[in-house]
Structure formats: structure tokens, C-alpha cells
């Protein structure tokens, strides 16, 4: 195990034994060390967990990208990079998952580097920061918001060009698409957003 996953596991072992110290009979405290040993078990499988999201406005004129496939429309986001919210949530829970900050953190708004640049790097980049951390991807899901246009015969290119820059298969990419139902800036159809997890597994 490397770097900061086995930072991460040494951590998680220490938490473990120290929830453990307490004024127990022996019997008890024999369970309970049972017990956290189980626990222990399963966190050194070193498997974490990451959360993200996005949203940005939508504003005529403006490319509409998702996941670094270029949709048809007449509206896109307004964002500093391509504002592509697919890429940007799944950049957010996989530097989540690792315990490396958010998208903000690593692709500041205030960098020129990242003006109009294509959301494919930042995953590119975020694949690289999880190997140097150690960890390996084991599976993405997203769901996007947005009101129109329709989705659906755009989201297998879409998995698949994720994955590729994640240096994964397209089944570990899933990406689904909802509308707003007419409520909120979603369903208003003046914005756009993503939600997205992912589990990631640190080598050993
Ligand atoms: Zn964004």
C-alpha cells in the first residue's frame, strides 16, 4: 500500500483501537474486541467512498458539454472552464473518496491554465493524483439534471469517454440523466447539474 492510502489505513486502524479502550468486564471487552477486530478487517480492505456534485448556469450561446461530448442545443453553462458539471461532480467525488480536497482545491477559477480548458483534463489529472495517492478506481455512478434536451442517446458516449480519460472500462462508469420536472432552476431550465459517487480501493 502507498503514500496517503496507507496513511488513510493506519488512520482508520488507531480510530478502531482506540474506541476500544474503556471500564469493561473481561467478557464483555473480549466481544467487544472481537468486534473490533471484524471492524478493523474491513476497513484495511481500504475500500472509501466519495461524494460530489455541480451546478452552473445555463445562458444561450454557449457549448453544451457533458462529459467531453458535445451535445446539440441552443444553451450551455457558463463556467470559467467548459463547465461540464458530469465532469466536474465525478472529479469531486473521486478527490473526495481519496481524502486530496475538491475541484476548486487543485483547478482554481483564478488560474489562466484552466480558462475554456476541456473538463477531460481535469479527470486525467485526478486519475493521476489518485495513483500517486495509491488508490485504484473500482466504480463510478452520475446522475445530471437538466431540462432539455434529451440525454439518453448521448450517454454511451459519454460513460465511454469518462472512462477514458479515467483510464477505465466503460461498465465502471455509469451516467444517468433526469429532468427537473419543471421545479427548481433545473426544472426552470436555467440550470444544469450533477451528482455523482464513486468507490475507490486502496492498492496493497
Ligand atoms: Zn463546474
Redesign the pocket.
Known amino acids: 500500500m502507498l503514500g496517503k492510502a496507507r496513511d488513510l489505513d493506519n488512520m482508520n486502524r488507531s480510530s478502531v483501537t482506540a474506541k476500544g479502550r474503556g471500564k469493561r468486564n473481561s467478557s464483555s471487552r473480549a466481544v467487544g474486541r472481537a468486534k473490533l477486530a471484524g471492524a478493523a478487517a474491513s476497513l484495511s480492505s481500504g475500500f472509501r467512498v466519495g461524494i460530489g456534485n455541480?451546478?452552473?448556469r445555463l445562458a444561450p450561446g454557449r457549448k453544451l458539454i457533458l462529459g467531453g461530448i458535445e451535445i446539440p442545443f441552443d444553451q450551455g453553462?457558463v463556467?470559467?472552464?467548459d463547465?461540464?458539471?458530469l465532469?466536474?461532480?465525478i472529479c469531486d467525488c473521486l478527490l473526495g473518496a481519496a481524502h486530496l480536497g475538491d475541484?476548486g482545491r487543485h483547478f482554481p477559477n483564478s488560474a489562466t491554465e484552466w480558462k475554456n480548458a476541456s473538463?477531460l483534463r481535469f479527470l486525467r489529472r485526478v486519475r493521476e493524483l489518485l495513483d500517486a495517492a495509491g488508490f485504484s478506481i473500482i466504480n463510478i455512478d452520475a446522475t445530471i439534471g437538466l431540462e432539455r434536451p434529451k440525454l439518453a442517446p448521448h450517454i454511451p458516449a459519454m460513460e465511454e469517454k469518462v472512462a477514458e480519460a479515467l483510464g477505465l472500462r466503460p461498465g465502471q462508469v455509469s451516467v444517468k440523466a433526469k429532468s427537473g420536472e419543471g421545479l427548481d432552476a433545473v426544472g426552470k431550465g436555467e440550470a444544469i447539474r450533477a451528482d455523482a459517487v464513486a468507490l475507490i480501493q486502496a492498492r496493497s
Open positions: 455541480d451546478l452552473h453553462p463556467g470559467h472552464s463547465g461540464d458539471v465532469a466536474h461532480a475541484i473538463s
